[in-house]
C-alpha cells in the first residue's frame, strides 16, 4: 500500500470516531507548500485547497504556529476573513486542525470540520492529538523504508529545508511585526514571484537582507 493510500484510509475512518462531517490532512511540499493530500468529502477538499492557495487559515496556523487550532465558528471568527465566504457558503463551521510532526519538524496539518458551530471540549482535542501521533508515526516509517514513492521524496525535501524555514519565519517576525503565519506567507509569496527556491528566500532573511521579489539576473 502506497503511504497516500494509507493515509486516505486512516482520514477516512476520522469522521466516525470524532462525530464530525469530514476530516484531511495536508503536507507540506518542497516549496514548503502546504498541499492536499488526503480528504473525506467535498467539504475537507474546499477547506484543505483555500488553504493550499491563500496560504492562510486554520490549519497553515496550525503548521506554522505548531499549536492545535480551534474554531468554534468560522463565520464569526476573526481571523481569517478572507476564507469566511467560501467556506460558510460550503457548509463548513466549527474547525479543529493540530500539527503533524517527523522526526519533530512540523510537516503538515491534520484538520477536522463540522457543518454546524462546535465548542469543541477537552475530550476531542486529546482524541485529535492522539489520533496525530497514529499520522506521525505513518509518516516516520514511510520516510525510514520508503525511498521511490513521490509523497515520501516530497516530505524529505521538506524536511530538508523546514528547520532554515522555522529560523527566517522567526526573524521575519521580529523584524516586521508581524505573526507567523504571515511570515511562513511572505517568504513563500517573494520565492514564487522571484523564481528562487524557498531555502534560498530563507537564507536572505536570516543574513539579514531585505526580502525581494527581484528575479535573478
Known sequence: ??????????????????????AGILLLDDRQVLRHVASTDGGAHILEAL???????????????EELIEVEDIGTDERWPELR???????????????????????GSLNVYHRESRGWDDSDLAALLAFD???????????????NE???KQLEQALST???????????MGLEDIDAAEAFERIR????SSRRPV????????????????RPA
Do not use: W, Y
Not at 199 to 214: E, Q
Open 1 to 22: 500500500m502506497s503511504l497516500a493510500d494509507a493515509l486516505g484510509l486512516v482520514v477516512g475512518v476520522m469522521p466516525d470516531l470524532f462525530a464530525v462531517d469530514g
Open 51 to 65: 488553504q493550499e492557495t491563500t496560504g492562510r487559515g486554520p490549519c497553515v496556523s496550525a503548521l506554522v504556529q
Open 85 to 107: 465566504p467560501v467556506l460558510t457558503d460550503n457548509g463548513i463551521r466549527g474547525i479543529l486542525g493540530v500539527p503533524v510532526h517527523v522526526a519533530g519538524a512540523p510537516i
Open 133 to 147: 501521533q497514529l499520522v506521525e508515526r505513518i509518516l516516520a516509517s514511510a520516510v525510514l523504508t520508503t525511498r
Open 150 to 152: 513521490e509523497l515520501v
Open 162 to 172: 523546514r528547520v532554515l524555514v522555522d529560523r527566517a519565519v522567526g526573524m521575519l
Open 189 to 192: 509569496r517573494a520565492a514564487r
Open 199 to 214: 531555502h534560498d528566500v530563507a537564507g536572505d532573511v536570516l543574513a539579514a537582507r531585505k526580502l525581494t521579489d527581484r
